[in-house]
C-alpha cells in the first residue's frame, strides 16, 4: 500500500505514451512531478533518519524500502520536466512536515523515533493521496 498510489500515479502518466513520445505533458502531470519530487525528497530523508537511529527493526526495514523505492522515482520524475520549471522545496504540500517537526523529528532516536516517523509517514503519504487524486481524475 505504501508506494501502490505513487505507482498507479507514474502508470497513469507513462501510460500516456503518446504524450510521453512527443515529450508534451498536461498542467496536472508536470505540477504533479513538480510536488512529488520534493516530497518524495522529505520523505527520503526522514527514512535515513530512521535508519540511522530507529530501535525497531521493522519500521527501520519500511524506511530502507521508502528510500530504495522513492529515490528511483525521484529520478524518473525529474526526466519528464525541464529543470527550469522545477518548483522549490517553499511550496506549500499535503502532507509535508513542517519545519519545527522536522527538527525534532531530527534529534529523536529509539522508540521515540519510530513513534514520530510512522506518524509523519502517515500524513505525509496521505498528503501524496491528496496530490495525486485531481491526477489520476483527469487520466479517467
Known sequence: MLTSLLTLSF????????????????AAEIMFAQQMIPHHQ??????????????????????????SEQSPEIAQMKTWIPSDMMMGMEMSMPGMVK????????????????????????????????MATPLIKSKN
Open 11 to 26: 502508470s497513469v502518466l507513462s501510460l500516456g505514451s503518446s504524450a510521453q513520445a512527443s515529450g508534451t505533458y498536461s
Open 42 to 67: 522529505q520523505a527520503i530523508q526522514l527514512s535515513k533518519w530512521e535508519v540511522a537511529r530507529g530501535s525497531n527493526a521493522a519500521v527501520r526495514k519500511l524506511a530502507a524500502r521508502i528510500i
Open 99 to 130: 519545519n519545527t517537526e522536522l527538527a525534532i523529528i531530527k534529534k529523536a532516536s529509539g522508540k521515540n523515533l519510530d513513534s514520530l516517523f510512522l506518524n509523519a509517514m502517515i500524513k505525509h503519504h496521505q498528503g501524496a493521496i491528496v
